[in-house]
């Protein structure tokens, strides 16, 4: 059974256009547009959906601090997307650990909302191209300061086929880009995984999260 999506946004032109988008590429059951909170609140009580996204034009960050701790107290179920305004990296921590399941930034296409719905439906978190770029090059730097939050600290070509590997690159592709084989390439990207103690790109980023490096 495919799932409910509830869009909470202002301009409702742009949730009216979202809502249109989603509906030809049928990935939900039904797809509810709210513009106020109270609406929002309401309708969260009747009708639970298993999706919502939240605009951050329509609350201070209090406010949806405030938003999603209450959605997700009555319905711990309900995923909840973010769409940010360019949000440094502790706000984004912090609204992971507040309970929404997927970040979005502002400026992050139709295409990487998909991915992020993607992703939710397979029980992980998502977060955008955007923030990642913002996560992986603070990594970076605490590994330059010797951070003490990993223990084993990344080599500069770790770090540098680390980033290529949150940029989506294959193995193949990061060894064309660096000169160097195939199989040095998947033994350095074992030691990353090794060390960070995470299984792929997306555990990075619940290792940043979960650790708290965004402090």
């Given at each position: 059974?495919?799932?409910?999506?509830t869009?909470?946004?202002?301009?409702?032109?742009?949730?009216?256009?979202?809502?249109?988008?989603?509906?030809?590429?049928?990935?939900?059951?039904?797809?509810?547009?709210?513009n106020?909170?109270?609406?929002?609140?309401?309708?969260?009580?009747?009708?639970?959906?298993?999706?919502?996204m939240?605009?951050?034009?329509?609350?201070?960050?209090?406010?949806?601090?405030?938003?999603?701790?209450?959605?997700?107290?009555?319905?711990?179920?309900?995923?909840?997307?973010?769409?940010?305004?360019?949000?440094?990296?502790?706000?984004?921590?912090?609204?992971?650990?507040?309970?929404?399941?997927?970040?979005?930034?502002?400026?992050?296409?139709?295409?990487e909302?998909?991915?992020?719905?993607?992703?939710?439906?397979?029980?992980?978190?998502?977060?955008?191209?955007?923030?990642?770029?913002?996560?992986?090059?603070?990594?970076s730097?605490?590994?330059?300061?010797q951070?003490?939050?990993?223990?084993?600290?990344?080599t500069?070509?770790?770090?540098?086929?680390?980033?290529?590997?949150?940029?989506?690159?294959?193995?193949?592709d990061?060894?064309?880009?660096?000169?160097?084989?195939?199989?040095?390439?998947?033994?350095?990207?074992?030691?990353?995984?090794?060390?960070?103690?995470?299984?792929?790109?997306?555990?990075?980023?619940?290792?940043a999260?979960?650790?708290?490096?965004?402090?």
């Amino acid at each position: 059974m495919k799932p409910k999506l509830t869009i909470y946004d202002e301009p409702l032109l742009y949730a009216e256009g979202l809502s249109k988008l989603l509906v030809q590429a049928k990935i939900f059951s039904s797809i509810e547009i709210c513009n106020s909170y109270e609406n929002l609140s309401e309708h969260i009580e009747q009708n639970p959906p298993e999706f919502l996204m939240i605009s951050s034009g329509n609350l201070v960050l209090t406010e949806m601090y405030s938003c999603i701790e209450n959605i997700i107290i009555k319905n711990k179920n309900t995923k909840i997307i973010v769409i940010g305004k360019s949000f440094d990296v502790a706000t984004i921590r912090k609204l992971f650990n507040k309970g929404i399941k997927s970040y979005l930034d502002r400026n992050s296409s139709y295409d990487e909302f998909l991915k992020s719905i993607q992703a939710l439906m397979s029980n992980e978190i998502y977060i955008c191209e955007y923030a990642k770029e913002m996560m992986i090059n603070y990594i970076s730097h605490e590994q330059e300061k010797q951070n003490s939050h990993i223990k084993d600290p990344l080599t500069k070509r770790e770090m540098e086929i680390l980033k290529h590997i949150c940029n989506g690159l294959s193995s193949k592709d990061i060894s064309e880009l660096l000169f160097i084989s195939i199989n040095t390439v998947e033994t350095h990207r074992k030691r990353i995984l090794l060390k960070l103690n995470v299984k792929n790109s997306v555990g990075v980023v619940k290792y940043a999260i979960e650790n708290k490096i965004f402090s």
